[in-house]
């Protein structure tokens, strides 16, 4: 059983109106980067040109922030969810 | 992906927003947009009949600006918030479509920090308040490539004309 990354709302349009895909992946990054490479037009609203997740990015395994685990490392395992849930941010100047 | 035409408010929302930059002036506040987009026949007050993707927002979801350190010129709203403002939306069979900010003592105008934390498809309402009192209402759509925002209209409506396009509102 693969790995589900779930596609938030916004990020549907770029991935065929889906709202999750399914990878065999071993660790976070490697399962974002078969998204991104699925779906080539979400990369730029995920990434920066730099190819780092975007500060605003937030990636949850199951419940689990991965800020606070291995980062992109983190190891994944069959039946893992992954979620992509932005913070909002902004500001007048 | 086309950009929706027009975004549909209730004159009572859009006044809550208002009231909601005034209460936290100087600082900006912040806070979800609750909804749900439609491709419903809009008829004869669009003249043609066709089909036009329109975006109404019906509930809003205010928010505390986690911003501490400069909530003057800057907002935050954590994971957390979103999964929240998100959760609110589901229980009324709606979908969080954008979000409000405030911009207090600056224009109603995106700013380039405001573009880079943006992703497109959310409505970003953004009001101006001077010297503590409600401005400009502004809303925005960040472009596909993630160059620049579009303008996107506002269109203040009452219940019964919403619901006469196929919307069913939620509003209390």
């Known amino acids: ?93 | 992906m086309a950009d929706v035409a027009t975004l549909w408010i209730s004159g009572h929302l859009a006044e809550k927003i208002r009231a909601h930059g005034a209460e936290t002036y100087p600082h900006e506040c912040c806070g979800a947009l609750l909804g749900r987009d439609s491709s419903a026949v809009l008829g004869s007050d669009r003249g043609k009949g066709a089909l036009t993707p329109a975006r109404e927002i019906l509930q809003l979801f205010a928010l505390v600006n986690r911003r501490d350190d400069s909530p003057r010129n800057r907002f935050s709203v954590t994971a957390e918030d979103v999964l929240a403002a998100e959760k609110a939306a589901r229980e009324q069979g709606l979908e969080v479509v954008g979000w409000y900010h405030s911009h207090p003592d600056h224009p109603a105008r995106p700013s380039e920090y405001d573009r880079d934390h943006a992703w497109p498809w959310y409505s970003y309402i953004i009001v101006s308040v001077q010297n503590g009192a409600p401005q400009d209402m502004t809303s925005w759509r960040l472009k596909d490539d993630r160059a620049e925002f579009s303008p996107e209209g506002i269109e203040i409506r009452h219940r019964a004309a919403v619901s006469a396009t196929g919307f069913s509102t939620t509003e209390k």
């Not at chain 1, 065929?16 to 609203?45: C, I, N, P, Q, Y």
Request: charged content about 25%; aromatic content about 8%; some cysteine.
């Open chain 1, 1 to 93: 059983m693969p790995v589900k990354v779930m596609i938030p709302s916004p990020l549907r349009p770029y991935a065929g109106k889906r709202d999750s895909a399914e990878f065999s992946a071993r660790t976070v990054g490697e399962a974002l980067s078969h998204l991104t490479t699925e779906f080539a037009e979400l990369r730029k609203h995920l990434f920066t040109e730099e190819g780092k997740l975007r500060s605003f990015v937030n990636v949850y395994v199951n419940d689990e922030d991965i800020r606070y685990l291995a980062k992109e490392n983190t190891p994944t395992k069959d039946g893992d969810t992954i979620s992509i849930i932005p913070s909002i941010a902004g500001g007048c100047i």
